[in-house]
């Protein structure tokens, strides 16, 4: 693990107050919206809302370190002639101006998540059986229709919009208020769009900007903070209670939502060189590629025209 | 008159079907490899702590049969290839494929039946290709991108893209972010601590 910049006391103490005014704001920001690059569980990415680079993960003894045959032809170790894939470095990078703070926030998530969040997630999950929490899942991702049907009309993807209206209407009224999905039934087949205000944004040539490691919240942006916020008013149940109902069901959904993606962070983690360049990295590809290719995968060839690597 | 075009057809037949056969030979390659590891994955006589290591030695040859070591290097490092001695990029090769190992293995041996659809294939140079699966699980489905490079006539995985996240992209930011501040003997020195796991 590299040797990255402690964060200064500053900083720290600058991300607990804006934690603070978050917190007191009725956490202003959903979690449910972050987690959204995160609902891609096996990714070794975006996933993990909370993270930070721990001093060093002491992970078990290696294989075998010993000196091995070198790999493959001895001509393949030439220089590469045509290092212009740097382009695409440029492409897919973000501006860390706040790198200090951002790291600072992903030592706090690292923290919350290993002490808090994890351990109270598995206390439920031996209470809670797997099934049961899918469906508790699925119905917070039932409640959250609005967002993601709004947005795809926003973004002129018709047949995105058309599929989550009849997902939504499949799942409430037989998939037991959503509780289940029958709707992503082979029979059926109406896939989840991922469609958020953020995302909008881009599409509408909106830049990233630079990159921000909210507490709670994860990897974000200038762009992606306001698509949080407005994505907030597309959330029913903030007309239905007092916003600590809505907090708390909230934190609830984080809940369950940890529960079935114990492992996760810890493999991502185990996996970088430097978790936090590997989750701004992650993330910052996920978006992009959200961006680009809104509702659904690109159609074939263009794609590999795009990222042609 | 008559032979020429007789003979042109036919030649135009060959080609187009064996246009078509070749169109399918990076998801066959991807799929025939895939299935060895899931075959070591669902073999019952492998059951147990006892065969785990057993099971990663088989791993690892299917592995360097399936995978590039050297391109999937070489596009990790991009620009800072170059900046690495000949020695150094040898060493940096299996130094990132044991990273890789001991970083996977694991979520790999965890592997119970999901199932895994062949979804697309797309060419995208004549030596270059994508093919697009899904593992589908019970809650889930994750969609898995491999992309493969023809070289020496079989066509070999140089990068893995999880739900649109490519792996060299993901590690290229993370070591042009340490080469930026250090020598490349230093990003080895950091991956063999990695290795050894501390």
Redesign the interface.
Known sequence: ??QKAVPSMKSYLFGVTLLCVVLAAGCAHKPAVVSDPA????????QQVMAAPKA?P??????E?SV?A????LD?????ED?D??K??EK??IADPLEPFNRAMFQFNDKLYFWFLKPVAQGYSKVVPEPAR?GV?NFYTNLSFPIRFVNSLLQANFAGAASELGRFIINTVWGIGGLLDPAASKEIDLKKQRADFGQTLGVYGVGQGFYIHWPLLGPSSPRDTVGIVGDIFLYPSIYLGPWEVWAGARVYERFNDTS?RIGDYE?LK?????PY??V???YV??RL??IK?KGG?PP??V???L??? | MRRPLTFAITILMILLFTMAAYAGVPTDTVQANVNKVLDVLRDPKLKGESAKEIK?KKLRVIYEQMF????LG??TL??N??SLS?AQ??EF??LF????????I??ILAYTNEKIVYE?E????GN?A?V?TK?IM???E???TYKVILKDGSWKVY?VN?????????????????LAK?KPEQLLE?????????
Do not use: C
């Not at chain 1, 002491?58 to 294989?63: D, E, I, K, R, Y």
């Not at chain 2, 797309?122 to 140079?125: D, F, K, R, Y």
């Open positions: 693990m590299p609902s891609s569980a096996a990714a070794p990415p975006a060093e002491s992970p078990p003894p290696s294989p370190v091995k070198v790999s493959g032809n393949d170790y030439q220089d590469i290092p894939k740097g695409e470095v897919v990078t899918v899942s079935l493999s185990e996996a970088a060189i430097d360049v590997a701004r990295d992650a590809q996920y590629n959200m290719h995968p074939p060839g794609k590999g025209l990222e042609n690597n | 990663k590039n070591d050297v391109e070489k596009r991009a620009r290839w170059n000949v990029r040898q090769v299996i494929r044991q990273v890789l190992e001991k970083a996977y694991d979520r697309r797309t060419m995208i140079s270059l994508e697009q593992v019970a809650s889930k994750i969609p898995i990068d999880v739900e649109n996240v490519s792996l060299v992209l993901n590690y290229r930011t993370q070591f042009s972010d340490i250090n950091i991956l063999r601590k990695k290795v050894k796991g501390q």
